[in-house]
């Protein structure tokens, strides 16, 4: 499948296997351990050979990033900004009581889908979606939340469901 049906695909689904996204995850929450996370990583590197994220973007035009102090001196420094002046143009703290970045889609983000400050982009940029690390089996609430926002979530988990 082409790298664009991946995320075609994605777009057209998403919504209607919310359901069967819940009951995937109760499934795969039965199987934890250090197995489900071998085959998630694996699983991750294949899907995402396949998934351009500079084609989607979702996850840059739909949730702000959780921003850690060490994030916003290394951003403020490489803007020539004081930290202080950074944290007052670009954060604000959330209903959950995190620090993020104070409008969606990112400031930072390109018309292209270029991330103006990617080599040195939050911690939770790099991390996200969170399915490649050996971890996979401890989030599943986040993965079944982040499928709506990413189509290699979304994948990743289906693939998942088909072999497990």
């Known amino acids: 499948m082409s790298k664009n049906n991946l995320i075609n695909e994605w777009k057209r689904k998403k ?3 919310k359901p069967e996204t819940r009951l995937l995850l109760k499934k795969l929450k ?3 351990g250090k197995q489900l996370d071998k085959h998630a ?5 294949n899907i995402f050979k396949n998934i ?6 979702n996850c840059c035009t739909s949730i702000p990033p959780i921003v850690n102090k060490t994030d916003a001196s290394r951003i403020a420094k490489k803007l020539g900004m004081k930290p202080a002046a950074f944290e007052k143009e670009y954060l604000v703290i959330d209903e959950d009581g995190d620090i993020v970045m104070n409008t969606s889609p990112c400031p930072f983000l390109q018309k ?3 991330c103006l400050i990617y080599e040195i982009r939050p911690k939770a940029c790099r991390q996200f979606p969170h399915t490649d690390n050996l971890d ?6 986040l993965h079944g939340m982040n499928a709506n926002i990413c ?3 979304f994948h990743i988990l289906r693939r998942l469901g088909e072999v497990i």
Do not use: T
């Not at 990583?41 to 590197?45: L, R």
């Open 151 to 153: 189509p290699g979530v």
């Open 41 to 45: 990583d694996e699983v991750h590197g």
């Open 136 to 141: 996979f089996s401890k989030n599943m609430k």
């Open 52 to 57: 351009d994220c500079l084609e989607c973007a």
């Open 112 to 114: 292209n889908n270029n």
């Open 15 to 17: 919504a209607p296997a």
């Open 30 to 32: 039965k199987k934890k």
